[in-house]
């Protein structure tokens, strides 16, 4: 057995450039040494993740993508594969030691890379956290296939997205929701899992039956599996020729299983005492450096040239290494940029502006229809009107498709624009979020319904992930999409479709968060979203939707509301009332019912917020009441009253006061929901308790 | 057995280096109350009340009329308790249990009866800004408490006919006429001619002092006060040209703090607050300099009422020790008595000093698009002497710059 394996060996494949393969796994390795055993000890690296006994494999998988359009979705112990892709040496050094510039400007963990690119393949941004590189991945796969189908962009055939993961990654939902999505749809993504045997400590044997995703997955369908001894010169490379070959005839979908040793700890903190001995040993047997060396010298490479080899490789690394040390620090006063785009500053990759599409330029004015319409179909004639314009629009999500969307927002759109730009989802909202991060990435404007605002739960990681991914990558890359997401109570409630908890989103950072009271504004923010450059969650309240009073004339298909403008409702001299979304009609009943001129203020976006003109407001009646759906504690309303005292202390002729839902679920009974939503009868007694105070 | 309590000269009341008895206003064996005014001390510039320490009976005078005195001495001495009731002299009852309950029975029945006192942060801006009083405003908020509105109402609303301000008193005539030629007549020194005279010396000694003079346009002001001087009157407070005064110069402190300062051996010690003293003359007898504090916070009804009522107590001789203290920086306002340029002295240890001279309207050449023209303005010499140790002239004219700016370009 082993005879026949060294024999088939022995036969060099000759479609590889072996010499520049040495090259990088010698280089890999050497900066793997060099942080181990100086930049570690002598504190400039904090947070070390060597990839030894991976690195064969990876750099055979990048010397095979090699067009325009390739992209790879990868994680923390991929740098053999970035420095194959493009990743200078420098930056690879840098990176780990926090330096200015780079993939993150020293903002982000060494690891977790990114590799804008045009002119060839590219990396798409690495997250920390395991599994969430895989429906991106899909996305961006989905969005090439787009693109070549449906924009006709003949550049992007045969281009193809590899997905690189380890074997605890495979027990995630990310890996399961991604394999779910390239298989349904036959996409061109290849899933690279390098087998190392061990998530951190955890054997692979409680990730996936037996360990073996590779035969665990034999039986599923529209997916062809492949396995390779990834520490095996020839035999890796065969095979992941192999997979790259299935994967670029774009029929579908292809799983590859590469066995490694990893010959080091999880990280430089792990002492790897939970391996026994005798495998530590075997492993290092296993070190395909050597291997690659055997394969190799004499026939492809003489003994001298070996060495020459790793002379040059230490000398490069070194030189390299020197210019690392010599990158300033980032600059402080820097670290606040690019959570948000900033104007004229379009990220390398991901959103139209960066895609360099032109939208219209739109109005400010509303040109009314004279009917009025409600709210829902305002935000259906809107989504129709921006799919019709911009052919990178894609709406998609759970049943928007034939059903046109559980709330009727899409109804009709499918069968207007295709299945390929209005598309029904697997149900999996972690799938439909990541996959709109790496649609919009490819130059898409992803359009994702959320069915219900508690549905978001699942795609949480990707959520938070999106928000932040043009500040990680100091404006390198950028994911504007836009997510739809009904909620709120309507004529009854319950604990999973009646949740607002807008707050969540206003932690989170980089969100921008629209919360429309009603049809016109509905209109014109959903359309300064879509042509934005910001990544934002767009609320849509159920009670709104076909409420009479949010019902107004279509301002019309050109009309956009800038984010951050409130709209003054009630002019009042003696109290100002903060809401936004279904309470407005609420406090505008309640304040009808006094004497006293109550000021109503409908903020329409929660990030950004409108400070100046409620401060304006608060500084002329000296008294102010919050008044929202969202739970009371860390609601919004407490971030808009510290605000106000801070910026506003001597203008308070009253304690600022919040009315909200108390801290429970919203109740599916009609008068236990009633009784805990602010009523119009609560907020005049609370409107009339602050006039008098 | 009879307690005495001692009468003794306070340790913080000495402005300036002198203090002499006034007048005791109690006699020996007079019954007397805790707190009230029991004798009263001439310093330098004030007449500082002494309070009783104790209730009693006056038991023993121990300084008399024009002796001097020194902070911690003995003054009197007060016999406890003889002329007090027997009532208070008995033993408090014990609060029973019962009763006990009763009080916060009813307390707990009746809060809402209890008024609210205290007061909102935009009501206390509103207070300060316009330095009212809260106790003349009616509250008409939860429990009386002073809303805002009220403060407004207030400011806008009619006086009432009886807080029409009285008539200062008459300032006592100085002294008769010069005497018969070749006789020469002493009028003896005052402690506050006295301090007067060793502080300008002091001053002189202490400071190379400089002045620049600009010239200051008063048209806005004018037609400023003309405007509001009704409204204010209404309110009881005389709008004076000191107001826009004290009002341009805190604007300009804030703009060049540095002469809003006090040389030290170390640095120079730059303040905050822009403390401005504002020289009153008292005739004959010298001069007084109450200070407006935190005068960069005041509006002008702020500073005009609090000059006013500054103004009115140093003519009365009531103005209190520590109403003189803590000036960062002094106006004097000479021209009310017809002076065009005065160079005065620096009111140590401040830095700078501003002089205001008369306003007469006058002839300037203004240039303009179609040439020159010849116009009339009311003007003033101003002047700014300065600590040539702490400041520069360029100081000193950036200052005045700024100060001639407010001036002119006000209600800014």
Same mark, same amino acid.
């Given at each position: ?25 010698m ?42 359009g ?21 930056d690879?050094?840098?990176?780990p ?26 990396v ?16 961006w796969?989905?969005?090439?296939r ?12 045969g ?10 990654s ?39 039956p ?14 062809r ?5 990834g ?17 670029r ?6 799983? @590859? ?11 430089g ?25 055997d ?15 790793e ?6 690394v ?12 980032p ?20 959103g ?12 400010t ?46 109804m009709?759109? +499918? ?19 990541g ?7 490819c ?44 909620g ?26 629209? =919360? ?14 879509? $042509?934005g450059?910001d ?15 949010a ?37 505008? &009943?309640?304040? $009808? ?32 009441? *919050? ?20 910026a ?10 919040? =009315?909200?839902?108390?801290n429970?679920? *919203? ?16 907020i005049?007694?609370?409107?009339r308790?602050? @006039?008098?105070? | =057995?009879?307690?005495y309590?001692?009468?003794?000269m306070?340790?913080?009341q ?7 008895v ?27 009340e *002494? ?18 005195v020194?902070?911690? &001495?003995?003054?009197?001495r007060?016999?406890?308790g ?5 009532e ?51 509250g008409?908020?939860r429990?009386g ?15 009432q ?39 300008m ?13 600009f ?6 002001? =004018?037609?400023?006060r ?11 407070v ?18 060049v703090?540095?002469?809003?300062? &006090? ?10 607050d ?16 109450p200070?407006?504090?935190?005068? +960069?916070?005041?509006?002008?009804f ?9 103004t ?7 103005l209190e020790?520590t109403?003189?203290e ?21 009111? +140590?240890?401040?830095?700078a000093?501003l ?7 006058r ?15 009311p ?12 400041l ?9 710059q700024?100060f001639?700016?407010?001036? +002119?370009?006000?209600p800014?």
């Amino acid at each position: 057995m082993k005879a026949s394996a060294s024999t088939e060996s022995r036969k060099v494949d000759t479609l590889f450039d072996w010499k520049r393969v040495a090259r990088l796994v010698m280089t890999s390795r050497r900066i793997d040494d060099l942080e181990e055993t100086r930049l570690v000890p002598e504190g400039r690296v904090l947070y070390q993740f060597s990839a030894r006994g991976h690195e064969l494999a990876q750099v055979l998988l990048g010397c095979l993508l090699d067009r325009p359009g390739d992209a790879a979705g990868a994680y923390y112990r991929s740098r053999p594969l970035l420095l194959t892709l493009g990743v200078s040496v420098q930056d690879a050094l840098a990176g780990p030691m926090a330096r200015s510039g780079g993939y993150s400007d020293g903002r982000d963990i060494g690891v977790v890379c990114n590799l804008p690119r045009r002119d060839g393949p590219l990396v798409l941004p690495m997250s920390g956290d395991v599994g969430s590189q895989y429906t991106p991945a899909a996305g961006w796969a989905q969005g090439l296939r787009y693109r070549r189908e449906v924009l006709e962009e003949k550049a992007c055939q045969g281009a193809i997205t590899v997905v690189l993961g380890g074997d605890g990654s495979v027990a995630t939902n990310g890996f399961w929701s991604a394999l779910n999505i390239a298989t349904t749809l036959g996409l061109p993504l290849l899933f690279f899992i390098e087998d190392n045997g061990y998530g951190i400590s955890v054997p692979g044997a409680l990730q996936t039956p037996d360990g073996d995703i590779a035969s665990n997955l034999e039986s599923f369908g529209n997916l062809r599996c492949l396995q390779a001894d990834g520490t095996d010169p020839g035999e890796a490379a065969r095979k992941i020729r192999e997979s790259v070959r299935l994967v670029r005839s774009w029929k579908g979908p292809a799983l @590859i299983r590469l066995q490694v040793p990893r010959l080091c700890g999880h990280s430089g903190q792990d002492t790897q005492t939970y391996k026994p001995p005798q495998l530590l040993e075997d492993e290092k047997r296993r070190d395909p450096l050597p291997r690659l060396r055997d394969y190799l010298v004499p026939e492809v490479v003489s003994r001298q040239e070996w060495s020459r080899l790793e002379t040059e490789v230490e000398q490069e690394v070194g030189e390299a290494l020197e210019q690392a040390l010599a990158r300033p620090q980032p600059e402080p006063s820097t670290v606040r940029r690019f959570l948000f785009s900033e104007a004229g500053e379009p990220a390398r990759v991901g959103g139209l502006e960066a895609a360099g599409v032109e939208l219209p330029e739109g109005s400010t004015e509303p040109a009314p229809e004279p009917a009025r319409i409600n709210m829902l179909t305002s935000i259906r004639r809107t989504l129709e009107a921006e799919l019709e314009r911009n052919p990178r629009v894609l709406v998609f999500g759970e049943d928007v498709g034939p059903k046109g969307g559980v709330h009727a927002a899409t109804m009709g759109l +499918q069968k207007k624009f295709g299945v390929e730009r209005v598309f029904d989802t697997s149900l999996s909202e972690e799938g439909i979020i990541g996959r709109a991060v790496g649609m919009a990435f490819c130059g898409l404007m992803p359009v994702a319904e959320i069915q219900f605002r508690k549905y978001a739960d699942p795609a949480t990681e990707h959520l938070n992930n999106c928000g932040t991914l043009r500040w990680r990558t100091a404006n390198r890359f950028a994911a504007p999409i836009v997510v739809r997401m009904p909620g709120g109570f309507f004529k009854c409630g319950d604990p999973w479709h009646s949740v607002s908890s807008e707050a969540t989103f206003l932690h989170a950072l980089g969100w921008r968060v629209a =919360m429309p009271s009603n049809a016109e504004d509905a209109a014109g923010l959903l359309r300064s979203a879509l $042509r934005g450059s910001d990544p934002t969650i767009f609320f849509e309240h159920r009670a709104l939707l076909d409420a009479a009073w949010a019902r107004r004339p279509y301002p019309g298909d050109d009309y956009l509301l800038p984010f951050g403008k409130a709209r003054i409702l009630e002019s009042g001299d003696r109290l100002t009332v903060v809401s936004w979304g279904a309470m407005l009609e609420r406090c505008q &009943q309640a304040a $009808r019912q006094l004497d006293d001129a109550v000021e109503i203020i409908d903020l329409r976006t929660l990030s950004p917020w409108d400070r100046e003109t409620v401060l304006a407001s608060l500084r002329k009646t000296k008294r102010c009441l *919050i008044v929202h759906e969202d739970t009371l504690t860390a609601g919004f309303g407490a971030e808009i009253s510290a605000t106000l005292i801070e910026a506003a202390f001597f203008d308070l002729d009253a304690p600022i006061q919040r =009315m909200a839902v108390p801290n429970v679920p *919203i109740p599916h009974n009609v008068g236990l929901m009633e009784a805990i939503l602010p009523s119009v009868e609560g907020i005049t007694r609370q409107m009339r308790d602050l @006039i008098e105070f | =057995m009879a307690q005495y309590v001692e009468v003794l000269m306070p340790l913080d009341q000495q402005e300036g280096t002198e203090s002499v008895v006034g007048q005791w206003l109690k006699e020996a064996g007079q019954p007397v109350q805790e707190h009230e005014p029991l004798l009263e001390i001439n310093t330098d510039k004030v007449v500082v009340e *002494i309070p009783c320490p104790a209730s009693g009976s006056l038991a023993e005078c121990l300084v008399q009329p024009g002796d001097p005195v020194q902070p911690g &001495q003995q003054l009197g001495r007060i016999r406890v308790g003889s002329a007090v009731t027997k009532e208070a002299e008995s033993e408090p009852v014990p609060v029973t249990a019962a009763a006990r309950a009763t009080v916060s029975a009813q307390e707990s029945a009746a809060p809402a009866a209890s008024p609210e006192l205290r007061l909102s942060p935009a009501v206390r801006r509103a207070l300060k800004e316009n330095a009212l009083d809260p106790a003349l405003i009616e509250g008409t908020g939860r429990r009386g408490r002073i809303t805002y509105q009220d403060v407004t109402r207030y400011l806008t609303a009619e006086p009432q006919a009886a807080r029409q301000a009285a008539e200062p008193p008459a300032l006592a005539a100085g002294p008769a006429g010069s005497g018969a030629p070749g006789r020469v007549q002493v009028r003896p020194h005052t402690p506050m001619r006295k301090a007067i005279a060793q502080h300008m010396l002091e001053s002189v000694r202490t400071s190379p002092h400089v002045t620049a003079i600009f010239e200051a346009d008063f048209s806005a002001v =004018m037609a400023d006060r003309e405007g509001r001087r009704a409204l204010f009157e209404k309110r009881g407070v005389k709008l004076t040209y000191t107001a826009y005064l004290v009002s341009a110069a805190a604007q300009a402190l804030v703009a060049v703090p540095e002469v809003n300062s &006090q040389w030290g051996d170390l640095g120079l010690k730059i303040f905050a607050d822009c403390n401005i003293g504002v020289a009153i003359g008292l005739g004959e007898q010298g001069l007084v300099v109450p200070v407006i504090r935190q005068a +960069q916070s005041l509006n002008l009804f702020g500073i005009a009422s609090r000059l006013q009522e500054l103004t009115g107590r140093a003519r009365e001789g009531k103005l209190e020790a520590t109403e003189l203290e803590g000036g960062t920086f002094t106006i004097t306002n000479h021209g009310v008595s017809g002076s065009l340029i005065a160079t005065p002295l620096i009111h +140590q240890p401040q830095s700078a000093i501003l002089g205001v001279g008369k306003v007469e309207k006058r002839l300037i050449v203004l240039e303009g698009p179609s040439g020159d023209s010849i116009v009339i303005r009311p003007l003033a010499y101003v002047t700014l002497t300065i600590d040539h140790r702490a400041l520069d002239g360029f100081t000193a004219n950036r200052w005045l710059q700024s100060f001639v700016e407010a001036l +002119q370009d006000w209600p800014n």
